[in-house]
T-cell receptor, first 119, second 117 residues
Framework: GAVVSQHPSWVICKSGTSVKIECRSL??????MFWYRQFPKQSLMLMAT?????????EQGVEKDKFLINHASLTLSTLTVTSAHPEDSSFYIC???????????????FGSGTQLSVL | AQTVTQSQPEMSVQEAETVTLSCTYD???????LFWYKQPPSRQMILVIR??????QNATENRFSVNFQKAAKSFSLKISDSQLGDAAMYFC??????????????FGTGTRLQVTL
């Protein structure tokens, strides 16, 4: 099956610094990637939808200037948490639309997630 | 907006027994997908089963099956012959097919399943 690689798997940073998380589709072209955030023992909350070559669409309440998303190629999307603060500490997961023939056959493949801890 | 509700925060089942996890959803769309995802302690999201709303037949994947009631907007997951490896967080998810919602997954709050000996 299709593989989505997410890196790093965990990162610790100081408050005020920026952190970049990468999401790569290894064996397929992902026209759309999604970024989710998951707090402990809670569900996944969609942060933004990223389409290759265009600006990301952010969900209501998500600060676009804080969570910068770049989808420069069909295999790579990045999420940069700018000026991170302790409240940004969370588990971030990406997913990508896999190969298929239109929306009816599309599947979503998930990365393994990134645990961000901001001190 | 679409919402997905899982009313059972935690469930427990004995090994080899059967357990059913509940999920209801709200939507005004007529065509959509419903999913059950498993999230073990590794936190990797694993697709368990998928149901297309236009199909009346309930989806089945080995020991996993669903009871899809479109009119009632209910989508429960039945796990038969439960195994220790089934212990995980289970999320019900909805994906619409309209332009504004296509490919976007909306997750329920999850049900933590414990499997006991």
């Amino acid at each position: 099956g299709a593989v989505v690689s997410q890196h790093p798997s965990w990162v610790i940073c100081k408050s005020g610094t920026s952190v970049k998380i990468e999401c790569r589709s290894l064996d397929f072209q992902a026209t759309t990637m999604f970024w989710y955030r998951q707090f402990p023992k809670q569900s996944l909350m969609l942060m933004a939808t990223s389409n290759e070559g265009s600006k990301a669409t952010y969900e209501q309440g998500v600060e676009k200037d804080k969570f910068l998303i770049n989808h420069a190629s069909l295999t790579l999307s990045t999420l940069t948490v700018t000026s991170a603060h302790p409240e940004d500490s969370s588990f971030y997961i990406c997913s990508a639309s896999g190969p298929g023939q239109g929306a009816y056959n599309e599947k979503l493949f998930f990365g393994s997630g990134t645990q961000l801890s901001v001190l | 907006a679409q919402t997905v509700t899982q009313s059972q925060p935690e469930m427990s089942v004995q090994e080899a027994e059967t357990v059913t996890l509940s999920c209801t959803y709200d939507t005004s769309e007529s065509d959509y997908y419903l999913f059950w995802y498993k999230q073990p302690p590794s936190r990797q999201m694993i697709l368990v089963i998928r149901q297309e709303a236009y199909k009346q037949q309930n989806a089945t994947e080995n020991r996993f099956s669903v009871n899809f009631q479109k009119a009632a907007k209910s989508f429960s997951l039945k796990i038969s012959d439960s195994q220790l490896g089934d212990a995980a967080m289970y999320f019900c998810a909805y994906r619409g097919l309209d332009t504004g919602t296509a490919s976007k997954l909306t997750f329920g709050t999850g049900t933590r399943l414990q499997v006991t000996l």
